[in-house]
């Protein structure tokens, strides 16, 4: 299976800005949709926001205007800048990415998670 690795979680005050990032460790022909998801204490795992090989993104309604996913193909990067933040974004951040390793044999894998904190 293909090992996502994601990095930029940490503690933030309200307000203040986290970057995140995810990358496949292992080596990948193509890929197609990649995501973040969170999950806070006590709910259920939510998309945060997906982007497409084609660039099409799209938000969870509570991120609209704050946070912007992108991706750097050349790197196989997703990228989660996240502006604004607010308490309630207090969450495990774990990204999703999909497509195909070099046998071209499909994956669809989860990093291990990151945790953001927003707090005074």
């Known amino acids: 299976q293909v090992q996502l690795v994601e990095s930029g979680g940490g503690l933030v005050q309200p307000g203040g800005s986290l970057r995140l990032s995810c990358a496949p460790s292992?080596?990948?022909?193509?890929?197609?949709?990649m995501g973040w998801y969170r999950q806070a204490p006590g709910k259920e795992r939510e998309l945060v926001a997906r982007i497409t090989s084609v660039d099409s993104t799209n938000y969870a309604d509570s991120v609209k205007g704050r946070f912007t996913i992108s991706r750097d193909n050349a790197k196989n990067t997703v990228f989660l800048q996240m502006n604004s933040l607010k308490p309630e974004d207090t969450a495990v951040y774990y990204c999703n990415v999909n497509g195909y390793r070099r046998s071209y044999a499909p994956f669809d894998s989860w990093g291990q998670g990151t945790q953001v904190t927003v707090s005074s």
């Open positions: 292992g080596s990948v022909v193509s890929i197609n949709a």
